[in-house]
Structures are given as C-alpha cells and as structure tokens.
Nanobody, 124 residues
Framework: VQLQASGGGLVQAGGSLRLSCAVSGRTGSSYTMGWFRQALGKEREFVAGIRWTSGSTNYADAVKGRFTISRDNAKNEVLLQLNSLKPEDTANYYC??????????????????WGQGTQVTVSS
C-alpha cells in the first residue's frame, strides 16, 4: 500500500486549504483512512478519520466544524478540507491507513501505512 499526500501550503488565518491523499496498492475491502498532524516539538495527533466503505467519520474536537474529511472512490483519494484555519493548525499533516474493523482509531499505533507529510503553515 502506498499513500501520497499533497495540498499543503502557506495560508493566512481564516483561510482554507484542501489536502488530498492518493491511495494505491492492495488495501483490501475494509479499512479506515485517517489524517494526523504533528507540530514542531509536539506529538503526532489525530485529526480526522473515515471508514472507506460506509463513509462514517470521526473528528478531533479541535477541528470539528472547521475540517471535513471525505473520500473519492473513483480516484481512490481521501480529502481533508481545512476551513477557518488558525495559527495553531500549523503542522505537518500525514495521511494513514488502518486495516481495522468497524471503528475509526484515533491513535497512530493503529494505523499500519503512512504517507509522507505535507506542511500546512497558517500565519496570523
């Protein structure tokens, strides 16, 4: 399984970005895609996750109402729309894949495959 993240950049506070993660390889039929982020000097934290088959989602409290995770089955991509960005959203954002059952894990250890990070920088 290979994951390729893209879409990061520099944006002013209040602005928007859309991240995408292309998924390739043998994923199986039941898996979860997640987005995590890691700010400088901090631990990696869960941002959002989506069950690929059902489309059910889960979000960290810090991003609820501002970020939206979705998937494009035709393109085999998972998307993360970031709105109303704040300086504290600045981090390297990673997409990841977990071969789990009917849950959306919020801990990094449950995700087996990881893409490279894409940097999001929000200026004040």
């Amino acid at each position: 399984v290979q994951l390729q993240a893209s879409g990061g950049g520099l944006v002013q506070a209040g602005g928007s970005l859309r991240l995408s993660c292309a998924v390739s390889g043998r994923t199986g039929s039941s898996y979860t895609m997640g987005w995590f982020r890691q700010a400088l000097g901090k631990e990696r934290e869960f941002v959002a996750g989506i069950r690929w088959t059902s489309g059910s989602t889960n979000y960290a409290d810090a991003v609820k109402g501002r970020f939206t995770i979705s998937r494009d089955n035709a393109k085999n991509e998972v998307l993360l729309q970031l709105n109303s960005l704040k300086p504290e959203d600045t981090a390297n954002y990673y997409c990841a894949l977990a071969t789990t059952g009917n849950i959306i894990p919020a801990v990094a250890e449950r995700y087996r495959y990881w893409g490279q990070g894409t940097q999001v920088t929000v200026s004040s």
